[in-house]
């Protein structure tokens, strides 16, 4: 893994966040989103900026690997199981700002 320098980091990760979706789903809470936000604070001077190198390596290796599917593709699952039996989709629909929502609404009316 080698050692970039803060501008290289900037460009790289730019480019590293574009591969990256944000789900919409989950406006404000999304793993994305939040990434994208933490670094836009670290690096607000663009390439420019005076940051830990050693930290942004690291960061940048980690990111990479969690986007290109490394481990999942290494080590395949032999059985999609979710430990609620919910199917992926439907845990999707239900972690999603919308239905979050609605719970509390519900909640609300409840008491």
Known sequence: ???RTASQL???????FKQWPIDKSKTGRDLGECL???FS???????NSQVDCNEWNRFYDNMKLLI???????YPRERNWTASGLSREHLHFLL???SLQAN?????KMK
């Open 1 to 3: 893994m080698a050692q």
């Open 10 to 16: 900037y460009f790289d990760l730019i480019r590293l």
């Open 36 to 38: 994208r936000h933490q």
């Open 41 to 47: 604070q670290a690096f607000i001077l663009g390439e």
């Open 68 to 74: 290109s599917n490394d481990i999942k593709n290494r």
């Open 96 to 98: 999603s700002n919308k």
């Open 104 to 108: 509390k609404d519900f909640m609300k």
